[in-house]
C-alpha cells in the first residue's frame, strides 16, 4: 500500500482481555518495528522484524506480550490479559531495508485504552 | 549503548519568531545515522530528515535547518519564523550499524507556536 496501515485506530478493551493489533507496512519494506508511546512519553521500543531474520523480542515489556510476522508482510502484535499499565499508542513503522540508516515510515497508530 | 537526550520538554514561542530544538546523542559506534521526526497533534511521526556521523554539513530545507556537531555530539534542529503549522513534538533519533536499524529515539520536546 502507499503508507503503513495500522488497524483498529482504536481499541477499548476490558482489564484481563486480550487484543490484537495490526500493522500492514509498505509493500516491499523489509523491516518493521512496533513501539509504544505512553502519554507523554517518547517511543518505546517494542520489538523489531528484520527480513527472513529472528526477531528483536528485547523491548516486549513481559511475557503477555507477543507479535508475528506472516509471510514477511503483515504483523501482529498480541497482548493478553491486558492491564491498565497497557494503555498507551502502538505506533507500527516499517523501512525499505534492515541495515542501520534507513528511515521509518510510520503508521498513525492504535490507540489502547484498557478499562 | 546508545542514548539520546532532548532536554527541552516543552517550548512556546510566538509565531515569527525563531526557535531551536536541542538533542544531543550517545553512542559507540563509528558509524551511525541521525534523524529528525515530527509528531503533529494527528499523531503520524513523519520523517523530516536523515543525517549519517560522516556528514557533517549543515542542512537547510526552507524555515529548517540543521546543526551537525560530532565534537559535541549535538544535531540540534532550528526553525526559523516559525508558524502556528510547527506546532507539533519533534522527536529526535539515532540507529548506530551495531543494532541493526532500531532508533533509539529522545523523549521528544513538544513546541506550541503562538499565533
Known amino acids: 500500500g502507499a503508507g503503513v496501515s495500522q488497524s483498529p485506530s482504536n481499541k477499548v478493551t476490558e482489564k484481563g482481555k486480550d487484543v490484537e493489533l495490526r500493522c500492514d507496512p509498505i509493500s516491499g519494506h523489509t523491516a518493521l518495528y512496533w513501539y509504544r508511546q505512553s502519554l507523554g512519553q517518547g517511543l518505546e521500543f517494542l520489538i523489531y522484524?528484520?527480513?527472513?531474520?529472528?526477531?528483536?523480542k528485547s523491548g516486549l515489556p513481559s511475557d503477555r506480550f507477543s507479535a508475528e510476522r506472516t509471510g514477511g508482510s503483515v504483523s501482529t502484535l498480541t497482548i493478553q490479559r491486558t492491564q491498565q499499565e497497557d494503555s498507551a499508542v502502538y505506533l507500527c513503522?516499517?523501512?525499505?531495508?534492515?541495515?542501520?540508516?534507513?528511515?521509518?515510515?510510520f503508521g498513525s497508530g492504535t490507540r489502547l485504552t484498557v478499562v | 549503548a546508545q542514548k539520546v537526550t532532548q532536554a527541552q520538554t516543552e517550548i512556546s514561542v510566538v509565531e515569527k519568531e525563531d526557535v531551536t530544538l536541542d538533542c544531543v546523542y550517545e553512542t559507540r559506534d563509528t558509524t551511525y545515522y541521525l534523524f529528525w521526526y515530527k509528531q503533529p497533534p494527528s499523531g503520524e511521526l513523519v520523517f523530516l530528515i536523515r543525517r549519517n556521523s560522516f556528514d557533517e554539513q549543515n542542512e537547510i530545507s526552507g524555515r529548517y535547518s540543521w546543526n551537525f556537531q560530532k565534537s559535541t555530539s549535538s544535531f540540534n534542529f532550528t526553525i526559523t519564523a516559525s508558524q502556528v503549522v510547527d506546532s507539533a513534538v519533534y522527536f529526535c533519533a539515532l540507529s548506530g550499524t551495531n543494532t541493526g536499524n532500531q532508533f533509539y529515539f529522545g523523549t521528544g520536546t513538544s513546541l506550541t507556536v503562538i499565533p
Open positions: 522484524f528484520q527480513g527472513n531474520s529472528a526477531p528483536d
Open positions: 513503522a516499517s523501512s525499505l531495508g534492515d541495515t542501520a540508516g534507513w528511515s521509518y515510515t
